[in-house]
Each structure stands twice: as C-alpha cells, then as structure tokens.
C-alpha cells in the first residue's frame, strides 16, 4: 500500500543555536609581533625624541650641508688711465680652466695598462675594441691638450693623481677657447670666471706700469707700488640652493665687496709715445745698450713722459726678461758728467765767488792738480760764464768750484735735488750718490764740478733742470694725477734765470750741441759725455746726456735723455742725446699748445706783461 508522503511539517522542538568558531593563534607568535612592534616603535620614538631634544641641530647641519654654498663676487682691479683719460691698464673678463682629477678617475681609465685593460670582444664578430665611453673621451684628450697649448705628457701626469682633487690645466684663458671645452664634455674637467690684466699701449709704458701675475697682483712698477688701491676686495655672501643650483635665500653678507680704485697718471700718452719712438730710434741707431728720457712739467712737477729701452709687451709673458722690465729712468744711476756745470755756476754766484760779468782765462787749457792734470778740448783762452757753458769748459768750471768749500758745492748739489729721494714714490727708485767727505783734494772737487765722482738718474736730472727753469723753486714730483702741491725755492730766482740764459748759448752755433735746436723757441740745456767707471779706473764706454728746456724766455718743460754705450765714432752727447731731446721736446710744446718764443723777449718783458 503507497503512502502518501506526508507535507506537514514535524512539529520543532526547543531550538539549539550553533557556536561561531573563531580562529585562533598561538601566544608565542602573538607575543612576539606586538613585542617587534613596540620595540620598532620604541627606537622611532627614541630617535625622533634623541633629534630633537639631545642633537635638535643635527637636521638642519645635515640640510645646511646640502644646501648652503658660498658665492663670491669678484671685484675686478681698476683701470689706470692717462691724464687725457686714455686707458693704459685694464681688466677684461678671463677664465681658468681646472680638473678634478678624482672626478677623472671614477669615470675612465687613463693609464696605459687601464687602456688595455678596457678592450672588449664582440661575441658576434669576434673583434676586439675600446669601451664605447673610454674611447669615446680619449679622443678628446689630445684635442684639450692642444687648445690649452699643454704637452699632453704633462696633462697625463695631472689626470693621474686621483687623490687631488683640484689643479689648474690653463689660466688666463678667453671665452672661445672655454666654448671649446665645454663642447668636449670631459668628465672633472671645469672652467671659473676670473680676471685678465690687458695693457693697450704695449712696450711703450710697460716699464713705468708694470705687471701683475695671474692673481692680479702687482709685481712691478706702478701695478705694484699702488696695489692695494687698485685690486679692490673681493665680496662673499652666504646663500641657499636648491638642487638645480638656483639661489632661493640670500642668507648673509660675509665680505662686503670693495669696488677698485682707478689711477689716472699725469703721463700724457701722446707725448710718452713719441718719447718711447725717438728713444727706441736713437739706441738702436748708434747701437748703445741702453736709454731713457723724462718729460716734466717744471711749474708742477708732474711727469708727462717717462720712457725706457729695451722695453717689452706685458701682454706677451714670453717676453718677460728681468733686464727688460726695469724702469731704468729712476732705477740706473750715472755719472752725469757736463751736465752739471751749470749748476757749479750757480753755485758760485750762490755763494758770491763769481758774478755774471767776470771773464776767467782758461789758458793753456790745462792745468796740473796734485800731480794729475785737467784739461780741455782745446785752449779757449778768455771766457765769460755763458761761453764757459757753451763750450762746456772743464778749466773754466774747475776753476769756479776751487774757489768754493766742498760743503758749499755739496749743499747746492742737494739743492737741487742730487743725492735724495725725488719723492715720486716708485719701487725701486734709487738716489744717486753724493759723497760727503770731511777732506776733499784739489783734483776731487774739480772733477766732481765737471760730473764724475758722483751719480744721479736720469729722473734727478730732469729734476734739477726743471728747478733753474722754474726760477729756482722746487716742486714735488708727481706721476699721479692729483691736486697741485706748492713749491719751495731752493735757489735765488734771478741767479736761476740768469743761469738758463747762459745755456741758451749750448744750441746755437759753435756750442756743443746745435742739434738740440727747436725750430721756432729758444731752447738752454748742456750737453754731458762721460766715461764709464770700471774696476781700477775708467773704461772705453760712455754715457751721453742731455738735460734742457724750454722755451728758454718762459720755461715749461725740462727734458733728461740718458743714452748708454753708444757705438762707434757718435758718442758724444750732441750727437747722440741732443737731436732726442729735440725732437721731443719740439712735439711737447706743439702738443700743450706753448707759443714759441723766437724772439728776443726778456724775462722782465714777459713778467711786465
């Protein structure tokens, strides 16, 4: 029998709920996660707390260090300029071009076993080649050495010391040449702005200029007696950087920056260079060793010229020869021989032992002193003090000066500027010799009136011929442009004109230096050859002077010329120094728009004016 399959519910019973089953963990596992935990938290802690309260510096060291960089802003050295603002000395923008050795090192081999070493096989092909970047940059290599003009054995000995870290491969170098460079992308290789000294004029006035070396520091000349005036200070500040380089904080001032100062000389460039031409022309002419010439300004004492030879260009090192660079104008002394026989006149009328009137009887042209003789070129007989000058007489001075005590002729020596500092404050200036002696023979103090025994520079001389032309007042010397500072007289003002008209009578006919003459002024200077001293005695050599002014009625310019050993039968002074000063002294008077004075005026005719 089928059952029917019942759809009635069974009737529920008291319900039972089932448990949820959690998983579950051992408790060592537990216990050691939550202890690595709070022990990492723990040190976290500890750090953050030891940072910032034991070492709160440490971050900011740390960031600072990345971040803060020092910056310098150059101070370029200032310009020396002529009186007329013509530039004589400048800096201009230069580069040095340096390596970092270390940095070399880390990027390729440079020896030849790393050179070796650094071939690889191509699997595919089997042949042997460089690393693709090694020879790639040691191509280059040969190109910087020949761009910096540095032997590329040198430049392997400085890219082989990977423990220095910085060496300068070339200074002094121009931007086309750091553009090269920087297109050779060579790993540690890097340039620096800095600063070149260029000298327009050349050789003309390098011997008064100077030089610097490549710091910018004057070594020579006026670079070097004026040099903390004309290098400047270099500032610094303490700045922020972001990674790329840019500034983003201008933190401090550590060095204000000091702005150089810039020189103008009272040398007019015009004139130097014609001084320099004629100069340069005369020593090579009459083969001497060498010259040198001053311009001054009698009522001011400044130096318009100052030129020397040999000479070199400053902007060419390789020229560079100690010989060469000596301002021979203030540094070379001389025995000036005739040159001074003016000044013996002066002296006598000084001290009352003569007077512009007298005649004095030269004859026989000779006479003996203690056993030693002086003479003249020929027996002039009778001859008034002008005549004396004009044919440079040794008899007729000699016997002015023996009339004098040696103090007497001493005191007007330094009078005029013989034996002292001419005070133009130049390195290396020497002040001559005047000796000072208790006892004094007959034969020294006449030898000393005609120029030997005693020495001077060529500066001295111009000096001492600027004071008769300036009726006998003494002006500092000066070769910086400046405020003009008051005389001194030194001398008697009518025995220093009647002084200058004596020497009128050197340049004109029958005189001994005709070639001295300056067409349209009258000129008054003296001529001076003289032997040079050796070891026992004098020698074959000579040096020829000329020392003038003019214009001889109102006297603006005195001129030295210094010329050494000249060759050959054109050694004397009229010769060989005259036609110098002439010409010199001509442009000078032209340039400065003096009138000439080739009349008859007197000094009192042009005072009443």
């Given at each position: 029998?089928?059952?029917?399959?019942?759809?009635?519910?069974?009737k529920?019973?008291?319900?039972?709920?089932?448990?949820?089953?959690?998983?579950?963990?051992?408790?060592?596992?537990?216990?050691?996660?939550?202890v690595?935990?709070?022990?990492?938290a723990?040190?976290?802690?500890?750090?953050?707390?030891?940072?910032?309260?034991?070492?709160?510096?440490?971050l900011?060291?740390e960031?600072?260090?990345?971040?803060l960089?020092?910056t310098?802003?150059?101070a370029?050295?200032?310009?020396?300029?002529?009186?007329n603002?013509?530039e004589l000395?400048i800096?201009?923008?230069?580069?040095a071009?340096?390596?970092?050795?270390?940095?070399v090192?880390?990027?390729?081999?440079?020896?030849?076993e790393?050179w070796?070493?650094?071939?690889?096989?191509?699997?595919?092909?089997?042949?042997?080649r460089?690393?693709?970047?090694?020879?790639?940059?040691?191509?280059?290599?040969p190109?910087l050495a020949?761009?910096?003009?540095?032997?590329?054995?040198?430049?392997?000995?400085v890219?082989?010391?990977?423990?220095?870290?910085f060496?300068?491969?070339?200074?002094?170098v121009?931007?086309?040449?750091?553009q090269?460079?920087?297109?050779?992308?060579?790993?540690?290789?890097?340039?620096?702005?800095?600063?070149?000294?260029f000298?327009?004029?050349?050789e003309i006035?390098?011997?008064?200029?100077g030089?610097?070396?490549?710091?910018?520091?004057?070594?020579?000349g006026i670079e070097?007696?004026?040099n903390?005036?004309?290098e400047g200070?270099?500032g610094k500040?303490?700045?922020?950087?972001?990674?790329l380089?840019?500034?983003?904080?201008?933190?401090?001032v550590?060095?204000?920056?000091?702005?150089?100062?810039?020189l103008?000389l009272t040398?007019?460039?015009?004139?130097?260079?014609?001084?320099y031409?004629e100069l340069?022309r005369?020593?090579?002419?009459?083969?001497?060793?060498s010259?040198?010439?001053?311009?001054?300004?009698?009522?001011?004492?400044?130096?318009?010229?100052?030129?020397?030879?040999p000479?070199?260009?400053?902007n060419?090192?390789?020229?560079?020869?100690?010989?060469?660079?000596?301002?021979?104008a203030?540094?070379?002394?001389f025995?000036?021989?005739?040159?001074?026989?003016?000044?013996v006149?002066?002296?006598?009328?000084?001290?009352?032992k003569?007077n512009?009137?007298?005649v004095?009887?030269?004859?026989?042209?000779w006479?003996?002193?203690?056993?030693?003789?002086v003479r003249?070129?020929?027996?002039?007989g009778?001859?008034?003090?002008?005549?004396i000058?004009?044919?440079?007489?040794?008899?007729?001075?000699?016997?002015?000066?023996?009339?004098?005590?040696p103090?007497?002729?001493?005191?007007?020596?330094a009078?005029?500027?013989?034996?002292?500092?001419?005070?133009?404050?130049l390195i290396?200036?020497?002040?001559?010799?005047?000796?000072?002696?208790?006892?004094w023979?007959?034969?020294?103090l006449?030898?000393?009136?005609?120029?030997?025994g005693?020495?001077?520079?060529?500066?001295?001389?111009?000096k001492?011929?600027g004071?008769?032309?300036?009726?006998?007042?003494q002006y500092?010397?000066?070769?910086?442009?400046?405020?003009k500072?008051?005389?001194?007289?030194?001398?008697?003002?009518?025995?220093?004109?009647?002084?200058?008209?004596?020497?009128?009578?050197?340049?004109?006919k029958?005189?001994?230096?005709?070639k001295?003459?300056?067409?349209?002024y009258?000129i008054?200077?003296k001529t001076?050859?003289s032997?040079k001293?050796?070891?026992?005695?004098?020698?074959?050599?000579?040096?020829?002077?000329?020392?003038?002014?003019?214009?001889?009625?109102?006297?603006?310019?005195?001129?030295?010329v210094?010329i050494?050993e000249?060759?050959?039968?054109?050694?004397?002074?009229?010769?060989?120094?005259?036609?110098?000063?002439?010409?010199?002294?001509?442009?000078t008077?032209?340039?400065?728009?003096?009138?000439?004075?080739?009349?008859?005026?007197?000094?009192?005719y042009?005072?009443?004016k």
């Amino acid at each position: 029998m089928n059952r029917k399959r019942s759809t009635s519910r069974p009737k529920a019973g008291p319900q039972t709920r089932k448990k949820k089953v959690y998983p579950t963990y051992s408790s060592g596992r537990y216990i050691f996660v939550a202890v690595t935990i709070s022990l990492i938290a723990v040190a976290l802690i500890s750090r953050l707390a030891f940072i910032q309260i034991l070492e709160p510096e440490y971050l900011t060291n740390e960031a600072d260090k990345r971040s803060l960089r020092v910056t310098s802003s150059v101070a370029h050295r200032g310009n020396i300029e002529d009186r007329n603002g013509e530039e004589l000395a400048i800096s201009v923008p230069a580069y040095a071009i340096w390596v970092d050795p270390k940095e070399v090192k880390k990027h390729f081999a440079f020896t030849k076993e790393d050179w070796e070493n650094s071939v690889v096989v191509n699997p595919k092909t089997g042949l042997e080649r460089h690393t693709k970047k090694f020879f790639y940059e040691s191509k280059k290599w040969p190109a910087l050495a020949e761009v910096l003009d540095i032997p590329m054995a040198d430049l392997a000995k400085v890219l082989q010391k990977p423990r220095s870290r910085f060496a300068y491969l070339k200074r002094q170098v121009n931007d086309p040449v750091v553009q090269y460079v920087k297109q050779l992308k060579l790993s540690g290789i890097a340039s620096q702005l800095e600063s070149h000294r260029f000298y327009p004029t050349g050789e003309i006035n390098a011997n008064i200029l100077g030089l610097t070396d490549l710091d910018a520091q004057g070594i020579e000349g006026i670079e070097k007696s004026y040099n903390d005036y004309l290098e400047g200070q270099t500032g610094k500040r303490r700045v922020r950087k972001d990674r790329l380089g840019n500034v983003i904080d201008d933190i401090e001032v550590l060095k204000e920056k000091k702005l150089a100062g810039n020189l103008q000389l009272t040398i007019d460039q015009r004139i130097q260079a014609v001084a320099y031409s004629e100069l340069k022309r005369a020593v090579k002419m009459n083969n001497a060793t060498s010259g040198s010439i001053v311009v001054i300004d009698i009522h001011s004492g400044e130096i318009f010229a100052m030129a020397n030879y040999p000479s070199f260009n400053p902007n060419d090192r390789n020229q560079y020869q100690a010989y060469k660079l000596r301002n021979r104008a203030i540094t070379d002394t001389f025995e000036p021989g005739s040159t001074v026989k003016p000044l013996v006149v002066a002296s006598a009328l000084i001290n009352n032992k003569t007077n512009v009137d007298e005649v004095i009887d030269t004859s026989p042209g000779w006479m003996n002193l203690g056993g030693r003789r002086v003479r003249d070129s020929h027996n002039y007989g009778k001859m008034h003090l002008g005549k004396i000058l004009k044919k440079s007489s040794n008899i007729g001075v000699s016997k002015l000066a023996l009339r004098l005590k040696p103090e007497e002729l001493q005191q007007t020596f330094a009078d005029f500027g013989l034996g002292n500092d001419t005070g133009i404050g130049l390195i290396g200036e020497s002040v001559g010799r005047l000796p000072i002696r208790h006892r004094w023979s007959d034969f020294e103090l006449a030898t000393m009136s005609f120029g030997y025994g005693i020495t001077a520079t060529t500066l001295q001389l111009a000096k001492a011929y600027g004071i008769l032309g300036s009726g006998g007042v003494q002006y500092p010397l000066s070769i910086i442009k400046g405020a003009k500072q008051p005389g001194e007289q030194v001398i008697p003002k009518n025995i220093a004109r009647e002084v200058v008209e004596m020497m009128e009578g050197v340049s004109e006919k029958g005189g001994t230096a005709p070639k001295a003459k300056v067409d349209g002024y009258r000129i008054a200077g003296k001529t001076g050859t003289s032997r040079k001293a050796e070891a026992g005695g004098y020698g074959d050599d000579y040096v020829a002077v000329f020392a003038g002014l003019a214009p001889a009625t109102r006297p603006r310019f005195s001129i030295a010329v210094m010329i050494n050993e000249p060759q050959g039968d054109r050694y004397y002074a009229g010769d060989v120094a005259a036609p110098v000063f002439s010409e010199v002294m001509k442009s000078t008077l032209l340039l400065t728009h003096v009138l000439p004075d080739g009349g008859d005026e007197s000094y009192t005719y042009l005072e009443a004016k």
